[in-house]
């Protein structure tokens, strides 16, 4: 008994401590980061989002990601690993002349620094799944957590890929088709030519290739190590051989070829060659600042989506409503005709073989007369059929109350309908999006461009 309210009041600051690290997180966030974050929320609430909600409509939709991603390729040594260690402003790359990266590395930013392995990695990033198709990839995955905030790197996910090599070299796993598939999925890809290293490097050039028969706008190319050239015309040379190499590939024969010089600066060390690893931070920000703007834009087209396949669903079953009750009219009307030609012979034989004494005992002197006169065009066609033929008139006439009954039928097959519960959840889904989420997206919207527009634009 005195354990109790130790336990309950230790749950409470647990809560408390729960809740008020939830509001620490929201609080730190930067605008883009909740944005994009909020952005994902919509769509992948347990109650109202926009996944599920898309589900019972019958559409597919895909939650959109709360970071860009962007690849780095190249030849060994190229400077990849060092360029995340610089842009993070922290040393979780291994670097080095030797093949450091042996396979593909997540680099990530999180609440406390850690590692994570290739099964681990495929949890954290459930849209990289299917790269486990390809033999031997899992084993050569993994992540590294990093608690850096520095330049954009809370809105952006590194993805360190093996060095490329011609020759002899074997890897464990199709690099080729590793690295092909995860350009599918990124924002940007970074080539990085070492000019001190194998810069021509086949294997690289013919990637370079086939990214850029697919995705050649996220294709950016830099001379990395540009500090370690040489001189001046020696990296001019380095560039032109490399540009010309380049441009011997189909698709990659474009004017207006950049390829800027960037190094990891070194305030110890002094170099004449211009840097622009700055101008890679801004292309990232940029490429950041879009993904939040085609975010937003796809988010309210997805809102116009589900209304639209709503109020199309309503419509439909408000047309099959009214077809059914047309059909149901139209069975109505055959069954009816099926069911009185049989009805009215079978009444008509009996009433011709009764006497009218007993008519008149059943239904009265007027009740009998009324009958025989109703009865009188059916007895005149009859009396007109000759005697011999009958038969063949009631086989006739039975032929057609069948005809008649299976017309009635055949109407009467009704299209499926909602319920009322079904229709009014629709309209629930309809109302919430284009109320709820198009307010919530219009608010984000002005989030994002008071970053940069004066507020009496807005």
């Known amino acids: 008994m005195f354990f109790l309210p130790f336990f309950v009041m230790s749950g409470r600051v647990k809560s408390r401590q729960g809740g008020s690290s939830a509001v620490l997180e929201q609080a730190t966030l930067s605008i883009n980061e909740r944005i994009l974050k909020e952005c994902h929320t919509l769509y992948t609430d347990s109650d109202k989002g926009l996944v599920r909600i898309a589900e019972e409509v019958g559409l597919n939709l895909l939650a959109p990601r709360k970071k860009i991603t962007v690849i780095l390729i190249g030849n060994h040594s190229a400077g990849k690993s060092s360029f995340i260690n610089w ?101 940007l890809i970074f080539v990085f030519f070492d000019p001190i290293g194998q810069a021509l490097c086949k294997r690289t050039l013919n990637l370079v290739e086939q990214l850029n028969i697919r995705h050649p706008e996220r294709l950016r190319f830099y001379l990395s190590k540009a500090d370690e050239a040489g001189t001046e015309s020696d990296r001019q040379r380095v560039m032109m051989q490399i540009v010309q190499e380049l441009c011997k590939r189909p698709g990659l024969n474009k004017t207006g070829f950049d390829m800027p010089t960037i190094y990891i600066p070194n305030p110890n060390k002094l170099v004449r060659c211009v840097n622009q690893i700055e101008d890679v931070c801004k292309d990232i920000e ?149 109320t709820v989420v198009k307010a919530k997206k219009k608010t984000l919207y002005q989030d994002y461009l008071q970053q940069s527009v004066a507020e009496h634009d807005l």
């Open 87 to 187: 842009y993070i402003e922290e040393h979780v790359q291994r670097t080095g002349v030797a093949i450091e990266t042996q396979g593909f590395t997540f680099v990530t930013s999180g609440r406390k620094r850690e590692s994570l392995t290739g099964n681990a990695t495929l949890h954290l990033y459930p849209h990289f799944k299917p790269l486990q198709e390809i033999p031997g990839v899992v084993d050569y995955l993994n992540t590294e957590i990093s608690t850096s905030k520095q330049k954009k790197f809370s809105l952006v996910t590194f993805v360190d890929t093996p060095g490329l090599v011609d020759g002899d070299m074997k890897y464990p796993f199709d690099v080729n088709e590793s690295i092909e598939w995860l350009g599918e999925l990124a924002d």
């Open 286 to 434: 940029k490429t950041i600042n879009q993904t939040i703007q085609n975010t937003l834009n796809t988010l309210e087209k997805d809102c116009e989506k589900i209304a639209q396949i709503v109020d199309k669903q309503i419509e439909d079953d408000n047309n099959a409503k009214s077809y059914n009750l047309r059909a149901s009219g139209k069975g109505i009307m055959f069954m009816l005709l099926g069911l009185i030609i049989p009805v009215m012979l079978i009444i008509n034989f009996m009433v011709s073989n009764a006497s009218r004494e007993l008519l008149v005992s059943l239904l009265g002197e007027n009740g009998a007369d009324i009958l025989r006169l109703y009865l009188s065009p059916i007895r005149q066609f009859w009396d007109l059929v000759p005697e011999e033929s009958h038969l063949t008139t009631l086989m006739v006439l039975i032929g057609l109350s069948v005809v008649l009954l299976g017309l009635a039928r055949w109407s009467t097959r009704l299209k499926p309908t909602l319920s009322r519960s079904q229709k009014r959840r629709l309209a629930d889904h309809r109302e919430f999006v284009q």
